[in-house]
């Protein structure tokens, strides 16, 4: 059994695909400038408006209301959906009372 389960792992790993070569080199070479760089604007300008909420939708107010909508039906539907099983299981549960099981 133990030779069995040697033989699976091994060939499991000659045949596991490889990371592709995609031609941008390792992670760990990636220029660490541009990284910081982004780290940066996004430190001043996104955690800027995050400190202030009114400032964070002036210049988008659609996309901002479009945003909290779809937020709004993502969490009515999971509540409707969260109501649906309970009373499914109510049901369920009265059913098999009514069986006698």
């Not at 995609?22 to 400038?33: K, N, T």
């Not at 909508?69 to 009372?97: C, P, Y």
């Amino acid at each position: 059994m133990i030779f069995r389960a040697i033989f699976w792992v091994g060939l499991v790993a000659l045949l596991m695909p490889h990371e592709p070569n995609l031609g941008l080199g390792r992670p760990a070479s990636l220029d660490s400038g541009v990284t910081s760089e982004v780290a940066h604007w996004s430190k001043e300008t996104v955690q800027s408006n995050l400190a202030h909420p009114d400032q964070l939708c002036r210049y988008n107010v659609g996309a901002c209301a479009g945003g909290v909508s779809l937020i709004d039906n993502f969490r009515a539907a999971a509540v409707r959906s969260l109501a649906d099983i309970r009373t499914d299981i109510e049901q369920n549960g009265r059913a098999r009372k009514s069986d006698g099981s």
